[in-house]
Every structure is written in C-alpha cells, then in structure tokens.
C-alpha cells in the first residue's frame, strides 16, 4: 500500500472519507506518543508545506 495518496487526499478533501489514511493515522508520531495514536499528529508527524 502507498502512503503518498491518501495523505494527498486526506490533505486536499479532509471532509471526505478516507479509509486508508484512518489506518495510516494511527502510525504515525503524535505529539503525545503512542497513547495519542491517530490523533495529534498534525505539525508532529505529519507536516503539510504550500
């Protein structure tokens, strides 16, 4: 599985559905470690540019 187009897509249509960024979500680094799995990651893990 890829991980460039559901983070792409996540990034463009956060309101639509995305299942396969649900499961990516939970791997990565969250700001308050593995107890925040899925959540908090954004700005820790997962870094959007312009």
């Known amino acids: 599985m ?6 792409g897509l996540q990034a ?3 309101s ?6 649900e499961v990516l979500a ?6 308050n470690g ?3 799995a899925g959540s ?3 700005g820790y893990g997962l870094k959007c540019f312009p």
């Open 2 to 7: 890829g991980v460039a187009r559901p983070i």
């Open 12 to 14: 463009i249509r956060p």
């Open 16 to 21: 639509q559905e995305n299942q396969a960024f």
């Open 26 to 31: 939970k791997k990565l680094y969250s700001k």
């Open 34 to 36: 593995r107890e925040g």
């Open 40 to 42: 908090g990651y954004e």
